[in-house]
C-alpha cells in the first residue's frame, strides 16, 4: 500500500536528519485542525460549573482558581502542539514519544482539581499509562528489531511478516492505554468530572487524533489489503 | 445478566488496570508462539555485546571506534543524505572520560559514559528530534509534580 492511497496526495517531506516528517492531504488536514483547536483553547477561559445544593435553595460555583488556569493552559497547549506532531511525523518511534508526552501531561491537565474522585480516575489512568509505555516502546522495538527500520517511508515498502502483526497489535495496545479508548475509557470518562471544560476537551480531542493516527500507522505496517 | 455485571465493572475506574494488564498479558504470552525473525542488517548495528567485553575493551558494549573529527564510526543512518557528518564525533571523549577509561574496565557500562563521555551520536545527531521529546516528557512530568506539591492540592494536614 502506498503511503499516498491512505493519506491522498504525498505533499512533500521535513527532513530532521533520521526523522523525516512527511505531509499528505489527510496528515496535514489533522495537523491543522490541531494547531487551530489548540489555539482556540490558547485563547479561552475556563468554565465555571454551578451546582445545587440539597435541601436548601443555595447554589455553589465551582470556579477554577488564576493559579490552575494557567498551569492547565500550558500543559493544554503542550498536549495540543504534541498532538499536532504525531500527526505528521514519519518516524514510528517518534511517534510513540508523541503519545507518551500526550499521556503525560493528560495527567497533569487533571492533576490540579480539587475533587477527589476526579484525582482517584486520574491515579488509575497514570497507573494505565504507566503500563502502557511496555507495549508501546515494546512494538516500535519489536518492529525495529524484526524490520531493520522505523522510519514510515521505508517500512510502506516491507512486505508483512507474523512478528510485525504481533508488534503492531502490542503498539495498538499501548496507544488504546495511553489515549484511553474503549474498554478501558472509565478513568478518562470520570476525568471528565470537573470543573475548566475548554481544556478537559483537548484530551478527549488528542485522544481521538492519535487514534485516527494510529489506525493509518498500521495500516501503512502492515498492509492489510496488498501491497 | 452476566454481561451487563462486566461492563458495570469496566465501568468502575479502579478495575480498568487490572483489566489492562490481564488483556497486555493474554498478548505478550501468545507472543511466545508467533516466530520471530531478526533483521540482521540492523539500522543502527553495533558488535556482538559479549565481543568487546572480551576483548578487555575499556568502552565495551559501546564502542562504535572513529577517530573524531577525522574518520567515521560505526554508525549507520537511515538517511544518510540528511546526515553528511554522520560518526565524526562518536568516539569523541572528554579529558575526564580519557583518565576514567585508562583505570577501569568497566567505563562503557558506567555513569561517567554519558554526560560528556561517550557521545551517543545516534542521540544527538541523526535522531536529535527524539532527544528533544523524551526530555520534554521529562519536563512536563517534573512542571507537574513540581505544581502539585507547591500548591498543596490535597489538604494534607487538619488544620
Known sequence: MDLATLGGQFLGTIPLGDIVLYLTTFNLFMFGAALVFTAIIAMSRTE?????EFGTLNEREKKVSKDEFKIRRFLSIVCGLATAGAMITGDLFNFTLFVCLIGIVNIGIVAAVKEVDVLDSAF????????????????????LATTGTISLLEL???????????????L??????????????????????????????IIHLSSLLVIVRTIEILLIINKPFGV | MKLGRIWNSLATPKNI?????????????????????YNDHQLYPRPTPQLQISEKDPLAPYNRGGI??????????????????????????????????NTTLYFGTSIYSSPGGLIDEILYYSR???????SSILMMAFVIASWVALHFTMRRREE
Open chain 1, 172 to 201: 495498538f495496545i499501548g496507544v488504546a492505554g495511553e489515549s484511553g479508548v474503549a474498554p478501558f475509557f472509565a478513568t478518562k470518562a470520570e476525568m471528565f468530572r470537573t470543573a475548566g471544560s475548554p481544556f478537559l476537551v
Open chain 1, 48 to 52: 465555571s460549573q454551578v451546582e445545587a
Open chain 2, 128 to 134: 536529535g528530534f527524539d532527544t528533544i521529546l523524551e
Open chain 1, 156 to 170: 510502506v515498502n516491507i512486505p508483512t511478516s507474523a512478528f510485525m502483526l504481533f508488534s503492531s497489535i502490542l
Open chain 1, 124 to 143: 488509575q489512568y497514570g497507573i494505565i499509562a504507566m503500563i502502557a509505555t511496555l507495549p508501546l516502546f515494546g512494538g516500535a522495538a519489536s518492529i
Open chain 2, 68 to 101: 573524531p573529527l577525522e574518520e567515521p564510526g560505526i554508525v549507520k543512518a537511515q538517511y544518510p543524505q540528511f546526515a553528511p557528518s554522520e560518526g565524526m564525533v562518536t568516539g569523541y571523549l572528554s579529558p575526564i572520560a580519557i583518565g576514567v577509561s
Open chain 2, 17 to 37: 488496570p487490572k483489566v489492562f494488564s490481564i488483556i497486555l498479558g493474554l498478548v505478550l504470552l501468545a507472543g511466545f508462539i508467533v516466530p520471530l525473525t
